[in-house]
């Protein structure tokens, strides 16, 4: 079955970065698209990123756009959020899930908390 191992979150101090990663198994990684959504305390899932199978396309919300980049190794069955110029706002669990991430399991998350 799918299996997906999130890591890398931790306390970071406003501007500061992270590198989250995805350990994927179960599946066909590198025949699938991949997305990186999050929850914040109180508040619903949040699409923010996702990558082509081959990793030559990607897309990002307008909330992260230009700060966060996704990324992945087919090799490795890994998939990867570089997360740069963090804000409190970004605080929440992140999860890695397959393409549509509206109708597939999620790992158990992340936890990153921004904060000074």
């Known amino acids: 079955q799918v299996q997906l191992v999130e890591s890398g979150g931790d306390l970071v101090q406003p501007g500061g970065s992270l590198r989250l990663s995805c350990a994927a198994s179960?599946?066909?990684?590198?025949?699938?698209?991949m997305s990186w959504v999050r929850q914040a305390p109180g508040k619903g899932l949040e699409w923010l990123s996702d990558?082509?199978?081959?990793?030559?396309?990607?897309t990002y919300a307008d909330s992260v756009k230009g700060r966060f980049t996704i990324s992945r190794d087919n090799a490795r069955n890994m998939l990867y959020l570089q997360m740069n110029s963090l804000k409190p706002e970004d605080t929440a669990v992140y999860y890695c899930?397959?393409?549509?991430?509206?109708?597939?399991?999620r790992g158990q998350g992340t936890q990153v908390t921004v904060s000074s």
């Open positions: 899930t397959k393409f549509p991430w509206t109708s597939n399991p």
């Open positions: 179960g599946f066909d990684f590198s025949s699938n698209m």
């Open positions: 990558i082509s199978a081959r990793g030559r396309k990607t």
